[in-house]
């Protein structure tokens, strides 16, 4: 079946404790991103990549890193988390000229 | 930069009704996305487009490129359909969504 795996689902942590969020695809796509959804904001580009060992930022990086060293991957990387970056996360992967596949998300809350 | 609106922000139905949802950009894009979230929060791609119209069972999208807008349509809503609707243009590496229109379908 193919899938985005997002993990964890929920997640509760304290300033300043580094945190990742796993998120894999099993369709073999090219592109990756990240989104932030928060209340009267909708949904925000974090990051996106192109292909292995190519990223680039999306309209809200920052406190935010990520990694594509295999196709399949792309983690979230929270280095210090604050609570500002409480809120529902999404990975999503296409192809291109295709809709985009979205993971069943992340809550997060940085206490 | 591009900026997308969407409307109406919220929208009560008959089941039954037939629904639009309006969209509307403000820069040349590659592809338009409709976008379903549910209230578990799950999403689901509808439709991408670049041109014309889509139909896919009850639901159909259309885009004008010249006018920079697309209006996906539910005809005979359920309130299965119940759900926020999100719009969202771009290319390949980015998007810019807009805010959602929530639709309650009435039974």
């Known amino acids: 079946e193919a899938q985005v795996t997002q993990n964890p689902r929920y997640l509760i942590t304290v300033t300043g404790k580094k945190l990742t969020v796993t998120c894999s695809q099993n369709m073999n796509h090219e592109y990756m991103s990240w989104y932030r959804q928060d209340p009267g904001l909708g949904l925000r580009q974090i990051y996106y990549s192109m292909n292995v060992e190519v990223t680039d930022k999306g309209d809200v990086p920052e406190g935010y890193k990520v990694s594509r060293k295999e196709k399949r991957n792309f983690p979230l990387i929270l280095e210090s988390p604050s609570p500002n970056q409480t809120s529902l996360y999404f990975c999503a992967s296409r192809s291109s000229d295709q809709p985009q596949h979205f993971g069943d998300g992340t809550r997060l809350s940085i206490l | 930069k591009n900026e997308v609106e969407q409307s109406p922000q919220n929208l009560t139905a008959q089941e039954g009704e037939f629904i639009t949802i309006n969209c509307s950009y403000s820069v040349g894009i590659s592809a338009l996305h409709w976008l379903q979230q549910h209230p578990g929060g799950g999403i689901v791609s509808l439709f991408m487009?670049?041109?014309g119209k889509k139909k896919h069972g009850r639901l159909i999208a259309t885009i004008n490129i010249q006018e920079k807008h697309s209006s996906l349509h539910i005809t005979a809503s359920h309130p299965r359909d119940s759900a926020v609707y999100i719009c969202?243009?771009?290319?390949?590496?980015?998007?810019?969504f807009g805010s959602g229109t929530q639709l309650t379908v009435l039974p």
């Open positions: 487009l670049s041109s």
């Open positions: 969202a243009s771009g290319s390949a590496r980015q998007l810019t």
